[in-house]
């Protein structure tokens, strides 16, 4: 069974930044398409960033210059770098991992089948 632990949430002013990290388990890390997407209260989860098994990227319009997906396969790990963030970024995070192990990036969220518990961000305006 696949795991993924986020950490790195927090309360942060608008402007500043925050780095979330996606620690994932299992032996075919490197194999995974994975994402990121957020809830804010009220609302219905939206994708955030995605990231193919050769780092190749795809962002929400809503984040894209601002946010940085990426991925370490040495440590199982997966981060979401967040500059100049809005209160509109609040919200709770999810990664997420494609247990497919086939196809590239994807913002659906019906295309990945672990998802970790979530972190809070809130940022203060």
């Known amino acids: 069974q696949v795991q993924l632990a986020e950490s790195g949430g927090g309360l942060v002013q608008a402007g500043g930044s925050l780095r979330l990290s996606c620690a994932v388990s299992g032996r075919t890390f490197d194999r995974y398409v994975l994402g990121w997407f957020r809830q804010a209260p009220g609302k219905e989860r939206e994708f955030v960033a995605s990231i193919s098994r050769t780092a190749n990227t795809y962002y929400a319009d809503s984040v894209k210059g601002r946010f940085t997906i990426s991925r370490d396969n040495a440590k199982n790990t997966m981060y979401l770098q967040m500059v100049t963030l809005k209160a509109e970024d609040t919200g709770v995070y999810y990664c997420?991992?494609?247990?497919?192990?086939?196809?590239?990036?994807?913002?659906?969220?019906?295309?990945?089948?672990?998802w970790g518990q979530g972190t809070q961000v809130t940022v203060s305006s």
């Open positions: 997420a991992a494609d247990g497919r192990l086939v196809g590239g990036v994807s913002a659906r969220a019906a295309s990945y089948d672990y």
